[in-house]
């Protein structure tokens, strides 16, 4: 099934309610090959071209879940959502970049899915329709499952607050080259509310928010001035992130502090020092 509009697609799901989505098939067309996956029928949606685009709305960006993440990467882009952009510019080879798409990447929901960070770090939503009609679903509720999509229904549009400040995404990946990320950080600045969101990627199911320490440091910017911090703040910061999203396997007993503690020792430092940089650049 090549459905032509939104509108067909969510019809198309409807008379065929074992049919699965498919946009790039990166992630899906693994799972079929690798015979984890047996659809019924697939339900192409590349020639969906209003989930291709962006538009403005209300001071938010309302972009299509089929943009991909080689579309995300250009500079016109970058200049609305840079975080976004850099995330996209870093998902695997060019040739996934090319077809993957950021719908995919979010229902996929993979702990390493690299705009998933920064889709919580920027309080997005995302229009879910379905016969119904639509509803609008914080990105960290259906990641979480507190909202999840339900049967026949399209994820369709990401809503993005824009903020027109410093935005940062870093990834650290396991080699050199396109990996999948071991940590990543995305930190935004939101200046109209004196605030510093920052989300924690890949350490866990979903991405995590380290909410003590975006007060904390909101606290120490000069928000008026320069919008600097003092060196050490950006240090104590990068170590608040860490010990507050990765657990210490050193502290607890048993197995696990000799077996798990080189290794989130490892992570933490590795987060630490991801959200210290981010920081730094936001406010450079
Ligand atoms: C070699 C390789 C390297 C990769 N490296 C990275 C990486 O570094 N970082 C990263 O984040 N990801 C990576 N990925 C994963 C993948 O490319 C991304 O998750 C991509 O964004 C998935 O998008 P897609 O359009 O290909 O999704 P698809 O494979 O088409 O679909 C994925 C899932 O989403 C569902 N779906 C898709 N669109 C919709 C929609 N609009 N509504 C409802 N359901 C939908 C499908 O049914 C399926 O369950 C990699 C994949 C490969 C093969």
């Given at each position: 099934?090549?459905?032509?509009?939104?509108?067909?697609?969510?019809?198309?799901?409807?008379?065929?309610?074992?049919?699965?989505?498919?946009?790039?098939?990166?992630?899906?067309?693994?799972?079929?090959?690798?015979?984890?996956?047996?659809?019924?029928?697939?339900?192409?949606?590349?020639?969906?071209?209003?989930?291709?685009?962006?538009?403005?709305?209300?001071?938010?960006?309302?972009?299509?879940?089929?943009?991909?993440?080689?579309?995300?990467?250009?500079?016109?882009?970058?200049?609305?959502?840079?975080?976004?952009?850099?995330?996209?510019?870093?998902?695997?080879?060019?040739?996934?970049?090319?077809?993957?798409?950021?719908?995919?990447?979010?229902?996929?929901?993979?702990?390493?899915?690299?705009?998933?960070?920064?889709?919580?770090?920027?309080?997005?939503?995302?229009?879910?329709?379905?016969?119904?009609?639509?509803?609008?679903?914080?990105?960290?509720?259906?990641?979480?499952?507190?909202?999840?999509?339900?049967?026949?229904?399209?994820?369709?549009?990401?809503?993005?607050?824009?903020?027109?400040?410093?935005?940062?995404?870093?990834?650290?990946?396991?080699?050199?080259?396109?990996?999948?990320?071991?940590?990543?950080?995305?930190?935004?600045?939101?200046?109209?509310?004196?605030?510093v969101?920052?989300?924690?990627?890949?350490?866990?199911?979903?991405?995590?928010?380290?909410?003590?320490?975006?007060?904390w440091v909101a606290g120490c910017i000069d928000w008026?001035g320069e919008r600097t911090v003092d060196p050490g703040v950006a240090q104590a910061f990068g170590e608040y992130?860490?010990?507050?999203?990765?657990?210490?396997?050193?502290?607890?007993?048993?197995?696990?502090?000799?077996?798990?503690?080189?290794?989130?020792?490892?992570?933490?430092?590795?987060?630490?020092?991801?959200?210290r940089?981010?920081l730094g650049?936001?406010l450079k």
């Amino acid at each position: 099934m090549l459905p032509a509009s939104l509108d067909e697609a969510v019809s198309a799901m409807a008379e065929s309610p074992g049919a699965v989505p498919v946009a790039g098939g990166t992630d899906l067309m693994g799972a079929v090959n690798a015979g984890l996956l047996r659809p019924m029928a697939l339900l192409g949606l590349g020639r969906v071209t209003e989930l291709r685009g962006w538009q403005y709305q209300d001071g938010a960006a309302l972009l299509g879940a089929g943009l991909t993440h080689a579309r995300m990467a250009r500079p016109d882009f970058a200049a609305l959502i840079p975080a976004l952009a850099e995330a996209a510019a870093t998902v695997g080879p060019p040739q996934v970049r090319n077809v993957g798409t950021l719908g995919g990447n979010i229902v996929s929901a993979h702990p390493a899915g690299d705009t998933l960070p920064v889709l919580a770090a920027l309080e997005a939503t995302v229009t879910l329709v379905g016969p119904e009609g639509g509803r609008e679903v914080a990105v960290s509720h259906l990641l979480t499952g507190l909202d999840p999509l339900r049967s026949g229904e399209l994820l369709a549009y990401v809503r993005v607050p824009l903020l027109h400040a410093p935005q940062v995404f870093l990834k650290a990946g396991g080699r050199t080259g396109p990996s999948r990320a071991v940590a990543s950080v995305s930190l935004v600045l939101d200046p109209a509310r004196r605030a510093v969101r920052c989300a924690v990627g890949a350490v866990a199911p979903v991405p995590l928010r380290p909410l003590e320490a975006e007060q904390w440091v909101a606290g120490c910017i000069d928000w008026d001035g320069e919008r600097t911090v003092d060196p050490g703040v950006a240090q104590a910061f990068g170590e608040y992130v860490a010990s507050a999203c990765v657990p210490d396997a050193g502290t607890e007993g048993g197995a696990a502090r000799t077996d798990a503690a080189p290794t989130a020792a490892r992570l933490r430092r590795t987060v630490s020092v991801l959200a210290r940089r981010a920081l730094g650049r936001a406010l450079k």
